[in-house]
Nanobody
């Protein structure tokens, strides 16, 4: 089993920044992609960003491109999401996820393990 623990959420004003962290623990073997998703009230969970195990390949949803940076530290089994120029529409619960055996993944169905989520609220 793999456990994912997110941190770094909170309340921030429009234009502010946050850095989310997610640390994986448990039986982690081989290659795996990691990603961030988010879910706003009444909406479906949506892809935000993903990163390959090597860190050399990343992917972002269009609405966060230029404002978000995903990175990872494999020695710490940790993935980060730096979000800048935050907007009220970024308000959501942000989930970290791990996709076993994949180089990189952008589809929700490709992810095997999920964290509990961390709330990000952007005030206008």
């Amino acid at each position: 089993q793999v456990q994912l623990l997110e941190s770094g959420g909170g309340l921030v004003q429009t234009g502010g920044s946050l850095r989310l962290s997610c640390t994986a623990s448990g039986q982690i073997f081989g290659s795996y992609a990691m990603g961030w998703f988010r879910q706003a009230p009444g909406k479906k969970r949506e892809f935000v960003a993903a990163i390959a195990r090597s860190g050399g390949s990343t992917s972002y949803r269009d609405s966060v491109k230029g404002r978000a940076t995903i990175s990872r530290d494999n020695a710490k089994n940790t993935v980060y999401l730096q979000m800048n120029s935050l907007k009220p529409e970024d308000t959501a619960v942000y989930y970290c996820a791990l996709a076993s055996g994949r180089v990189i993944a952008t589809l929700l169905a490709h992810y095997d393990y999920w964290g509990q989520g961390t709330q990000v609220t952007v005030s206008s």
